[in-house]
DNA sequence: TCGTAAACGAGACGGTACGTCCTGTCTTAAC
DNA sequence: GTTAAGACAGGACGTACCGTCTCGTTTACGA
């Protein structure tokens, strides 16, 4: 259920060469592999055990011993798997992060925006993608072997999306014609992790706010936002 | 150098009772506790090797072993000044943050506007303190025994010069009456933390158009932005 | 070549039955048992792999899983055929010592009595089996799981041997009538196995002047030895 | 109790330097290391778990880390001061051996040599020592760092007794004028440590008749036993 | 000018976790 | 049913740091 995270991110450094051929050969291929394979029930276990002890007591204090001890698994199995706690952690952010980035679209310019910042805000505040990416948002900032794969999946992917909903709005003639997506992005969704990182609760009432600074601006000559 | 930071908020749980005799009494108490007054060579040296090794390793990986070693001093001597690594390091983010704060009254709101964002990002571009916060975003965020202090006095002073701006903006009609200086400072520097993590340029020409783009809005009916 | 050693002693703990049914059981029934026949030449590179790296690192450094490595044979190969690794290297021992045990009849006791030492010090200075046994001393000592088949064989198989030698020499009226056979083992040998463990040459100088002691012992009054 | 044995050999490669400033220097020196000095407590501790856990399970099966556990003392602490599981073991075995070395001087040469016998004989049968030995024999046969240092104390001190008892029994004309003390040692001392390996009981009856063996031989014409 | 008392560098202490290695067993496809 | 390969749970390895402690020494004040 964690497994078969929607991006291909993880060949990088961290799964090592043999986990590639089970994961990823062609499906004709899997198998010819020898020796016994591995357990997926194992796999699946240690993902459970650690997105459980991340909540319970965070990246920093998590232990791959403890994960191990919880999963009821060897030391072994984990690092046959992943490289480093940041590697497995990785995996489970990824698998996590998945389900909240697609945004649908509704014909509304507005809501459609508004979705691109609830995304952000209800998966950070209400799952355990929040407690995880808090744990590691230094990581992905300082360390290039966890953060250019999460830059490349879970960013890129909801820089993409959002630039859809730009481009909708622009078809609508909602938005400026000149609206820049990547921009766009950072204004919608910089606040949110501005918040989660410096203080400030995540609510909807908090995105829509953010929804309707990005449409109007904050200049006195800019047109009032719409009531609602 | 690095001492006597601007902000009074270590006395929470960080800095022990000696410590404030020494650091906060008044002067003419100074002197009265028994023994050899404590080493500001050695409190120095601590924060000096502490600033090097975070930036060289990040603060996870750091060590008050080596951070002891490197400052030529004794474990002890680290411990009996503060009760944590987290302790440890917040003196020093404290220290680094506070020439950033500041936003200079130009009588200009668009140019005040672009202090706000420029100060941010050139502080994490250009300086130590970039470095140092990246390695402790995650305990910032995660920690409150860091992240609150860190929160009481660098955010706070920092969505008090913003707000002081937007109320400037205000009075001179720049801005609209009803303007947030909250979301406003979350508006501004939301995009440079979410460019400090998720990658992206930290450029002068990001900020202003980060800038404008909170000026104006992106929606179609927006005035549009002063050609410059 | 190191199979099918002269003692049966191994059926007791170490063997399996499977195991026993290939190498014991009468050859027309050979092959009656389904399946893949067990392969003789993994059995060797085994016992092969096996003496090398008792050699190279000792006993207690031996590992199996370099044995299997080194055999190009899987580990399971190896305990199909062995309990343990005592069991595969008490194998490997008794083959060694096999061809040192046996002291021909010339006619001259002193002759004789010499072959049993220069026997055993032969064997310990220039074959596989002095650097093995080396390695092995500790486990025939303290774990009776290698060390009573080994005495069962081995070194029964060599007080036999000198028995006979010392009833000859009874019967030739060169040795007292009442000596004792097992004492005489202990005498010429034991001081060749306080020397491979305690430092000391093992000469054949050595072994004649062992074997003079044992015939005329230290006493004053005693006959001097034959000069040779 | 188990400190200061009375041999220097543990200078070589096992004990650390640190460790030789401690325990060797000329004690107007000791305590000019700076820092916290190593506990005694905690050494004996250590000596006193390794040897029941010898005794326990054997030094195969001997685990540094419940050496650890059952002395209430950290992992660091023990390889502090030994380099090894069988550094840590021959300071023990040192310590063991050295009430069973002395011979004492009675006028008779025949007590004196069975008491060359039964010392060993006893110490293997009868202490700790045995069992610690046979675990450590083939450690001593094949590695020199930890043979040497055996040899250089344990087997010297044996010697160099066991040629007193011979030096005696010449003048005293019990004993041949070229009697070998070293083919002596080997003599009486060799059938016990053969018996203590490849079996056989280790009584002082046993040491009796090797002693009258060493003394009158096993050639016809040697002059019988006297009868006692 | 001393004694008192705390801070100093150093490093040992009991612990916890690391990442590696090996054990003996099990699971696969191939033969 | 055996083969090579290799994953499995478990446990010990030797190392690295943790935060505390115990040394001998140093530094400053008050008596």
Redesign the pocket.
Do not use: I, Q
């Given at each position: 259920m964690l497994r078969n995270v929607p991006y291909r991110i993880l060949d990088g450094d961290f799964r090592d060469a043999?986990s590639r051929n089970v994961t990823d050969d062609h499906p004709l291929r899997l198998?010819?592999?020898?020796?016994?394979?591995?357990?997926d029930?194992?796999?699946r276990?240690i993902l459970d055990a650690t997105r459980d002890l991340v909540i319970e007591v965070g990246f920093t204090q998590?232990?791959?011993?403890?994960?191990?001890?919880r999963?009821?698994?060897?030391?072994?199995?984990i690092?046959?798997?992943w490289?480093?706690?940041e590697a497995l952690v990785l995996e489970l952010l990824l698998a996590l992060a998945a389900p909240h980035i697609a945004v649908e679209e509704v014909g509304d310019t507005r809501t459609e925006l508004l979705s691109c910042v609830t995304n952000a805000s209800r998966a950070l505040n209400d799952s355990a993608f929040g407690v995880v990416i808090r744990g590691l948002l230094s990581e992905i900032a300082s360390n290039p072997r966890l953060g250019d794969p999460f830059r490349a999946s879970v960013v890129l992917a909801r820089r993409a999306e959002i630039a859809q909903v730009i481009t909708r709005g622009i078809a609508r003639d909602d938005l400026r014609h000149d609206a820049d997506p990547d921009l766009a992005t950072e204004l919608l969704v910089g606040p949110v992790y501005f918040r989660l990182v410096f203080g400030g609760e995540l609510s909807d009432e908090f995105a829509s706010r953010v929804v309707d600074s990005v449409l109007h601006g904050f200049g006195a000559s800019a047109s009032a936002p719409v009531d609602r």
């Open positions: 043999a198998g010819l592999r020898p020796g016994r394979p591995r357990s029930a194992a796999h276990a998590l232990r791959l011993e403890h994960v191990a001890a999963a009821g698994v060897g030391k072994a199995t690092y046959r798997r490289r480093s706690k």
